[in-house]
């Protein structure tokens, strides 16, 4: 490690990055052996002249690359070298989409060890999850599916569950079920940027209902339902995305009560609800017949999973849903299948959830003490914070300003069923950013609109 602090100067990479490189480099020249042990951060952090927090994240980044593996108490130390001798797997672990609002990801030893564990199971059934199997899941996965939805209190018999491939996957299923091109849906003005790209692809007419801090105004959804004779409503309701609201019970069931009335289909994407401790009921349980439910996976456990846990309002709509799963992808991953049931099954799931929740919270609370200069809103287990741009700050500028840090931005109008207003931003505060990191890149972020509005 003598000739680190030059090759870490010499890198074109952050510092972090560099020395995840130099333990790859140091273990392909067999400097670094399996089951050596490397030193404590702080004592690494002295040995080549950076501080605490960049050896940290650098032993995160080796991490998560297979280069190393740490147990409390006891330290860290090398993998093996079949562990890591696929480059091609260190450059897929550097990719990744900072402007996905996604969930922390796990740090904890002990829990990763546990989903490492599922993974390997699951492998020894390997040629038969290569096959072609149930679109929507088999008996096993839909009843994982069931004990994992009735966290949420939800109970349907199995014929009305569908393990999907994914929420976008499952939307765009529903979506060719109940309209065809030139149809309107109803939905919030500010939604879901995924459900907008969706909706066009499908030639859909989006119509965004105005909301207050509770949601759609139920006035406004029964003038829209006579103006437009729309398909169906389609609404993100507990941790909304991107303002983090939560729309309350009484405005819950006013909304029900008006599809009730015109026999509206509704769409309700759940993807947040597994996330909160005391969330609101899902509007599925209000109004059972007339919901396609969508509890996402990609929040609460992990996107990579590419899975759902959907619900139509009918075994009759349970089939309908089967054949626009089969339509649009054949099936679910049986790979990923058979491991969220393991993990649901074995209780590793409800850990990263917890993992996921109490992260969450930290990071929110981090945002709360650092971001002074401009107000925003937000929940203490939201994965991102919805900014209000001061008066003299732009999205643009400060977007561009903000290019090098590893953070995700995304702008106003990205979530706007019409107008190009950017008077907000989405902040996210989760995914590879660890914790260690955040007060120091939030505070930058406060210089930037610090700056920006004395300009």
Known sequence: MENWPQRIEQSRKPRYLAIADCIAQDMKDRVLLPGDQLPPQRKLADMIGVDFTTVSRGYNEALSRGLIETHVGRGTFILPQQSFSDTSDQRRAMAHDLTMNAPPEPTDPELLERMRAGLSAVSNDLVHLLRYQNPIGGEIDKEAASIWLSMRGLVPNLDRIAVTPGAHATMLAILTVLARPGDCILCEDITYAGFKKIAAQLGLRLVGLPMDENGILPDALEAAIQAHQPKALYLNPTLHNPTTMIVPQDRRLDITTVMKRHDLPLIEDDAYGFVLPDAPPPMA????????????????????????????????????MENGIRAVSVMASPVSMALATRWVLDGTADQIRRFIRNETALRQQIARETVTEAEFISNP?????WLRLPENVTCGTLMANMANQEIGISPESAFRTSGQQDRFVRICLGGRLLRENLPQTLTHLNNQIWQLSKA
């Open 285 to 320: 349980a209000y109004a059972p017949d007339l919901t396609w439910y969508i509890g996402g996976l990609a929040k609460c456990i992990g996107a990579g999973l590419r899975l759902a846990y959907a619900i139509a309002p009918n075994a009759r709509a349970g089939f309908a």
């Open 381 to 385: 287990h939201a994965f991102n914070i």
